[in-house]
């Protein structure tokens, strides 16, 4: 039988790239020590800049499962980010509640959230979802800047910085390495997300629902899943947010917030665990590299977006490895 | 004792009545056959029977339990699997994976199993990978594996239908035209499959197909199915000989029986 | 004021806003009707219906000057620009896409609708620009109720418009075919239907249709600004979703129970008028939970 080619991989082709264990024990060990290294090289100003990015790595991976992997569109995704860093907020304040009490509460309430609105919606056509998620992103934002206990449109300040066994997290350079550890553990999560009974089903009810559902899946299960575990990426990421900024303000949670991590994954290559990656990456460095050009930068990506959709709708990282 | 009944099942689309108060039924350990002239409903039998259209009327049993309400991934769970009539295998996965879809609704793994690698989460999917191979080895496909399933040839990706089929371990299969665009070699073949699925793996076969030779050859039971109407029902030679079938396909063009 | 005043109150500015919002609901729905596509960038052509209205006015406004004469003109000229730009998106953007997967397609209108609103953050620098009409503060006093010249002609204009589609859609040859298209694309292209000629003629409508509100809306309201178009385009899917997507008139009886329920919810105690938006994305959600088809839509087409 002739050579039939590989099927893209969550990996999106280093697994073929990176054979044997060796080589992709070397290609962790080079990436670890970037990691470590990278705040010495970059500076103060780089770190955070870092530290940004890797947000979102974490955010750009959970949204990655629901539209990457499920085929769901979600335009409200700034929704989750913002239940989480306001959960943290609010309750760490007025409840002077511990930030390792209330990162779960913020999961929780992020789980609740996402069934609230996905399990009415899953239930229809794909693209109702697309809308409701936009309007579930503004009630999120609108509700936050007209509530006394949200701080309405200043927002709230002042949120401690957590300790973690004797650590007290708080220098940017700290938090740059808690973020290390997000986006590490966002990604081990997602890889075995991808490779398990619930990743495969996402696959097939995106591929073919009909098929699918004849397979015994209930499409709509399925499809909460990958929302509601994206929602807790999205809380976790705006949960340690918060605490890293000590300060929160609703318009971090608007539409626009939603479209840049949407971006993040398409940019790169949806479904594909290194184009997020990178998606992630350039969306927040290369408005770093494109200062001088003001409002222009955001009609820059709005069109890289429409021409990556015409003719590379895989985005930049390669679909398959050439062998 | 019949394994599948279906009485006086009623379907309508905007006015126009595609099935009429069929009654119908697949005795347990038989291979059934379901035939008539195009657009006589028979897919839209199948259809009704796995839960993807919801008849207006009527009862569609399984083994006593009454399915007409269930989804179709209910329908599968209680043990009817079936493949379709322009193979639908899942774009972009390999041929493993595809065949591996029939175990979900047999497996539980959630989310926490699988971010946590439980044990019994890595036990799960070391069983589904073992079925679904067993699976493929039955339908006689013992290599390419790991390719993707839509770049197989075609007659291969019947087989792979039939296998991921199998792996939701079903009581009864439903074969939507399965010889439609195979060689003959590959029918033959595939009358083999057929016959040994039922009698190596115990399970029941209802299929749709065109092929009358085949039909004729394989069925131990054969209904006739036309303008929505159940008309004939009985062994082969019995359909053969029956006047109302006969008039039934002399009255379409192009689709004479070819007895 | 009494509880009637309130009421009459209401019920003009709900009928003000709702005419607005079935005007670019149309063309949602009827785009929706005939390429099966939610198109997101619908509101932006509102935004960019009242920006081109802008630009002519300013070069009219000299000759025709800035009152309802005036207006008028660069509505009409407005709407012809837009529904150009519309079936030029369609062209360029929609076209290719129409084959691929649902989720790339919705990803493709998402990202027109970004280009066309960073656009004109870019043009405008994010400022806020006086639309320059000088309609006037006439109007005709009933009882306690004060309804102005502006109110009634644009409520007039939204109508005439509103019933001229509807002849459109319902008398003429391409109306037919429309709504052929509509019902079955394939089926319509074997009957000897130009398919590609039918959504250009929709595209053009609907994005004319958006254009007009956008003009009269910059006109009403006095304001343009590079963000307008996005909350409307959520409304008047809502407005479309709640009349049944994909029906003609579902959208217009839509768009008007939107402006009403806005309108009177904003007076119910604890929905002041910071939650109105809340108000209608919840007024969404309960719909497409409990009647996703609408009031006049059609239930969804079996599967398979």
């Known amino acids: 039988m002739a050579q039939f080619p590989e099927r893209p991989s969550a990996w999106g082709g280093l697994a073929t790239l990176l054979d044997t264990p060796q080589k992709r024990y070397a290609a962790i060990a080079v990436i670890l020590v970037a990691m470590a290294v990278a705040p010495y090289i970059f500076g103060s100003y780089g770190t955070v800049i870092l530290t940004n990015a890797l947000l979102y790595v974490l955010l750009a991976l959970g949204l990655n499962i629901v539209v990457g992997y499920a085929g769901l569109l979600d335009l409200g995704f700034a929704a989750f980010f913002a239940v ?16 390792w009490l209330a990162l779960p509460l913020a999961v929780l309430l992020a789980i609740v959230a996402g069934i609230v609105i996905g399990a009415p919606t899953l239930r229809l056509r794909s693209d109702y979802l697309a809308i409701v998620t936009l309007g579930f992103g503004e009630i999120v934002r609108i509700t936050a800047r007209n509530l006394r206990e949200t701080g309405g449109a200043s927002g709230l300040i002042g949120i401690d910085s957590p300790w973690l066994f004797g650590w007290h997290i708080r220098t940017p350079l700290d938090f740059y390495y ?4 997000l986006a590490i553990l966002g990604v081990i999560a997602s890889v075995r997300l991808a490779n398990s009974r619930l990743g495969r089903a996402w696959l097939y009810v995106r591929h073919d629902e009909d098929a699918a559902e004849a397979m015994g899946i209930n499409r709509v299960k399925v499809k909460l899943a990958a929302y509601v575990v994206g929602a807790i990426y999205g809380s ?41 990656i990178l998606g992630a990456f350039i969306v927040i460095l290369a408005p770093e590299l494109l200062r001088d050009f003001g409002d222009l930068r955001l009609l820059i990506f709005a069109v890289g977006l429409l021409l990556i959709m015409l003719f590379r709708p895989s985005g930049i990282w390669p679909a398959r490895s050439k062998r | 004792m019949s394994l599948l009944d279906l009485k006086g099942v009623s379907l309508s689309f905007a006015g126009s009545k595609v099935l009429d108060a069929v009654d119908f039924s697949v005795p347990a350990g038989r291979i059934v056959s379901l035939i008539g002239p195009n657009g006589a409903g028979k897919t839209s039998l199948f259809n009704c029977i796995t839960g993807f259209y919801k008849p207006q009327q009527g009862s569609i049993r399984l083994d006593g339990t009454e399915m007409l309400k269930l989804k179709p991934h209910q329908v599968t769970q209680l043990g009817i699997a079936r493949t379709f009539q322009n193979v639908r295998l899942f774009r972009e996965m390999t041929v493993l994976e595809n065949v591996m879809s029939g175990q979900h609704s047999r497996t539980r793994a959630g989310v926490i199993d699988a971010i946590l690698r439980l044990p019994s989460q890595r036990r799960e999917e070391v069983e589904i990978r073992r079925i679904a191979e067993e699976c493929l080895s039955f339908v006689g496909i013992t290599e390419g594996w790991e390719r993707e399933a839509t770049t197989l040839p075609y007659g291969w990706q019947r087989r792979v239908e039939i296998a991921r089929a199998l792996a939701t371990t079903p009581r009864l299969l439903l074969l939507d035209e399965p010889a439609a665009g195979l060689t003959s070699g590959e029918k033959e073949e595939l009358i083999e499959l057929i016959r040994r699925i039922r009698n190596e793996r115990d399970i029941c076969i209802l299929l749709i197909e065109h092929d009358t030779g085949l039909v004729m050859r394989l069925s131990e039971r054969v209904s006739v199915l036309d303008h929505g109407v159940m008309i004939a029902e009985g062994t082969p030679k019995e359909i053969q000989s029956n006047q109302r079938v006969i008039e039934a396909y002399l009255g379409v063009e192009e689709d004479a029986l070819d007895l | 004021m009494s509880i009637f005043d309130i009421f009459t109150n209401q019920l003009l500015n709900g009928i003000v806003l709702g005419s607005f919002y079935a005007l670019v609901a149309l063309g949602y729905t009827m785009v929706f009707g005939v390429v099966k596509l939610l198109n997101f960038a619908h509101g932006e052509l509102y935004m960019v219906g009242g920006f081109a209205g802008f630009l002519v006015l300013s070069f009219l406004a000299p000759y025709l000057g800035p009152g309802w004469l005036g207006v008028a003109v660069s509505l009409v000229l407005a709407m012809i620009a837009v529904g150009f730009l519309g079936v030029v998106i369609e062209r360029v953007a929609y076209a290719p896409m129409l084959s691929a997967p649902r989720l790339s397609i919705l990803i493709t209108a998402l990202a027109v609708s970004l280009v066309l609103q960073n656009g004109m953050l870019t043009l405008t620098k994010g400022q806020y620009v006086p639309f320059g009409a000088a309609l006037g503060f006439g109007g005709v006093k009933l009882g306690n109720l004060f309804i102005s010249y502006n109110q009634m002609i644009l409520v007039g204009v939204a109508a005439a418009l509103m019933l001229a589609l509807e002849l459109f859609v319902s008398r003429t040859q391409y109306g037919r075919a429309m709504r052929a298209v509509s019902v079955d694309k394939d089926m319509a292209r074997l009957m000897g239907i130009n398919v590609n000629a039918v959504i250009a003629i929709t595209f053009f409508l609907g994005s004319a249709l958006a254009a007009a509100a ?48 806005e309108s009177f919810g904003t007076q119910l105690p604890g929905v002041g008028s910071e939650w109105k938006d809340v108000f209608s994305f919840s007024v969404l959600i309960l719909v497409l939970v409990f009647k996703p088809t609408g009031l006049l839509g059609k239930p969804e087409q079996e599967r398979m």
């Open chain 1, 178 to 181: 808690v973020f290390c550890a």
């Open chain 3, 214 to 261: 956008g003009s009269m809306a910059g006109a009403y309201y006095g304001s343009l600004w590079y963000f307008m178009g996005f909350l409307i385009g959520l409304k008047a899917f809502t407005a479309a979703v709640i009349g049944g997507i994909g029906s003609i008139p579902g959208a217009m009886l839509g768009g008007l129970i939107l402006g009403l329920l």
């Open chain 1, 236 to 276: 976790i990421g705006g949960a340690f947010f918060a605490a890293n900024l000590g300060a929160i303000s609703p318009e971090s949670f608007s539409f626009r917030q939603s479209v840049l991590i949407l971006m993040a994954v398409i940019l790169g290559g949806m479904g594909k665990i290194p184009g997020v």
């Open chain 1, 84 to 99: 989480g860093a306001y959960t943290v907020g609010i309750t760490t304040l007025h409840f002077g509640l511990n930030f």
